[in-house]
């Protein structure tokens, strides 16, 4: 068969498909390409600049959806189904699986900060990079000797242990890689990890927890209170800063519940029930502003006539608060409880 020669016409006709073509496949990827936060904390902007307002935070080795590729610039919607803008650069693409972290053994950062190094050693070189609170990282397993007992055909191979979890903190998966000749060497005190770059690093277990169980109440307000100094940040949601909204969600997902980031939507979310202030217990949320359907503040009760906030009032940091002190006295509209069946 003789080939059709390509004429000018034919050549533009035949750009344009091309070109049609590349466009839809990018839509198509665009719309459902998995990324993961390659930065300590990612502000999402209202707009693709960063001259337009934070309207929340993603973390390191947060896995999100990419909505829009613009330029520099990325859409996308974090777990919790909240949107913003971030640069382009915060992000790597997942070209398989279902995202980082989300299979194989894991830790979660249990320190306010953690610091993750090329080597187990803190003094030979800087940091890699420095993680807040509830990150996620992937554990590469330690490698044991294999049973050539029962096993004598497979004296060289080596099969990865998962990650243990001790009483409180991890402590397990502490190998390097062995080089040719050598065995696995471990590293009291230490984990090696996958970051989200696909590079190997190193962090204390000591700053760590494996497989991390809902916190129940009690333990959630002990938890806030390890936050107390900490900096308020608008849209902010991690250790390095957190707004109202923000430091409240974390509170409630920490005890294994996922609800909305803004403070007027939590209060009308159907995980909660309303309940009065004189009814009201350890765990509820408070919601604070000018009317009911005028929310624009919230914290968490803790017993005791006292509740815990990230706000601007007095002093721009995380602090506990007295209930019957102004402005909050007067500007409470709103007290909810989180249903026990809410996820």
């Not at 080939?3 to 198509?28: D, E, K, M, W, Y």
């Not at 397993?141 to 001790?166: G, H, I, L």
Request: hydrophobic content about 40%; some cysteine; glycine content about 8%.
């Amino acid at each position: 068969m003789s080939a059709i020669p390509l004429t000018g016409l034919n050549r533009r006709h035949l750009g344009a498909l091309i070109l049609l073509a590349v466009l839809s496949v990018s839509t198509v990827f665009a719309k459902n390409d998995m990324q993961v936060v390659v930065v300590p904390v990612a502000n999402m902007y209202a707009g693709p600049s960063d001259q337009t307002a934070v309207v929340s935070q993603a973390i390191y080795g947060s896995n999100v959806t990419l909505l829009t590729a613009r330029g520099e610039w990325c859409r996308i919607q974090t777990t919790d189904h909240y949107r913003g803008w971030v640069p382009s650069r915060y992000l790597r693409l997942i070209q398989n699986g279902a995202g980082y972290a989300t299979v194989g053994p894991t830790v979660r950062i249990e320190s306010l900060f953690a610091n993750v190094y090329r080597e187990p050693d803190v003094t030979r070189h800087q940091p890699v990079i420095t993680i807040p609170f509830e990150t996620l990282l992937e554990v590469i397993p330690e490698a044991t000797a294999p049973d050539t007992k029962n096993n004598p055909d497979k004296k060289d191979e080596a099969k990865p242990a998962a990650a243990k979890t001790t009483a409180a903190k991890t402590a397990a998966a502490k190998t390097t890689t062995a080089k040719p000749g050598e065995t696995n060497r471990p590293h009291e005190g230490w984990l090696q990890v996958r970051l989200p770059g696909k590079t190997t690093a190193w962090i204390q277990s000591s700053d760590v927890v494996a497989d991390p169980t809902p916190l129940s109440i009690p333990a959630s307000i002990d938890l806030a209170k390890r936050f107390l100094g900490l900096p308020y940040l608008w849209g902010g949601t991690s250790s390095f800063g957190f707004d109202c909204s923000g430091f409240t969600q974390m509170l409630v997902r920490v005890r294994g519940i996922t609800m909305p980031r803004d403070a007027d939507k939590q209060a009308a979310w159907s995980g909660v029930i309303p309940v009065e202030r004189k009814e009201l217990q350890p765990g509820d949320l408070l919601f604070f502003g000018a009317s009911p359907r005028n929310i624009t503040h919230t914290g968490m009760y803790i017993g005791d006539g006292q509740f815990i906030q990230a706000t601007t009032n007095g002093h721009p940091i995380i602090q506990i608060s007295r209930l019957d002190d102004q402005p909050w006295t007067q500007l409470l509209v709103a007290s909810r409880r989180i249903k026990t069946e809410a996820k």
